[in-house]
């Protein structure tokens, strides 16, 4: 009897392919997903999103709740830590700085691929309220302002610097987020993600600006 997922060639790295696909939908996803919701946005049946569940919570990939909703497991939480680890321990500091000082979630986002991905993220210390902003969240270059700015690095004859980018509801509804580059081993930038509302734009640009020259010297 042949394996369903060897019957035909190249199926190994279509089964790899599915759980890859897998772990990126559960950790993207803005609402948690149950087996029925993976299985549906893979255009798989649900014994099939079943076994790729099964296997990635026997490796910590993913874990399951009591009530059937799938999260990232806490191995790749250990992987993610690795992931530009000099740059990480330089921003950590001086974001937590930021999010203090401006009572506002600060964040580090990255290029990958054709992505913005937030590689960390800090949230206000005794804040009341704060926006939270997971990391691997993930949108396109360009869209929202650290993918701007981030794409100013990138074609910065096509989309010319500016010293600060600024968009409201463009990313998740009803918040706005200011970054700023941050010269570092590839085009990156560091923002504050806040509820829409009227803010001193150029004292927060100051204060990420002063916060990412700080990192670069790190």
């Given amino acids: 009897m042949v394996p369903e997922d060897a019957a035909a060639p190249g199926a190994g790295s279509q089964t790899l392919s599915r759980g890859l696909a897998a772990l990126a939908l559960i950790g993207e996803s803005r609402t948690p997903l149950t087996i029925n919701d993976l299985a549906a946005r893979l255009g798989a049946n649900r014994s099939a999103a079943y076994r790729l569940v099964r296997t990635l919570e026997q490796h910590r990939f993913v874990q399951r709740s009591s009530s059937g909703e799938l999260t990232l497991g806490v191995r790749l939480a250990a992987f993610g830590q690795s992931v530009s680890r000099d740059l990480q321990a330089a921003a950590l500091p001086e974001l937590q700085c930021v999010a203090d000082e401006l009572q506002m979630t600060a964040f580090l986002v990255v290029f990958d691929g054709e992505e913005a991905v937030t590689l960390l993220s800090v949230e206000p210390r005794n804040a009341a309220m704060f926006v939270a902003q997971r990391p691997g969240r ?10 701007r700015v981030i794409q100013s690095l990138l074609s910065p004859e096509e989309h010319p610097p500016a010293r600060y980018e600024i968009t409201h509801d463009e990313v998740i509804p009803g918040l706005s987020a200011i970054a700023v580059p941050l010269r570092s081993d590839r085009p990156a930038s560091i923002a504050v993600l806040y509820a829409t509302r009227p803010v001193d734009v150029t004292r927060i640009a100051a204060e990420l600006e002063s916060a990412a020259a700080r990192i670069t010297a790190s």
């Fill in 138 to 147: 993930r949108h396109p270059v360009g869209h929202g302002s650290p993918g």
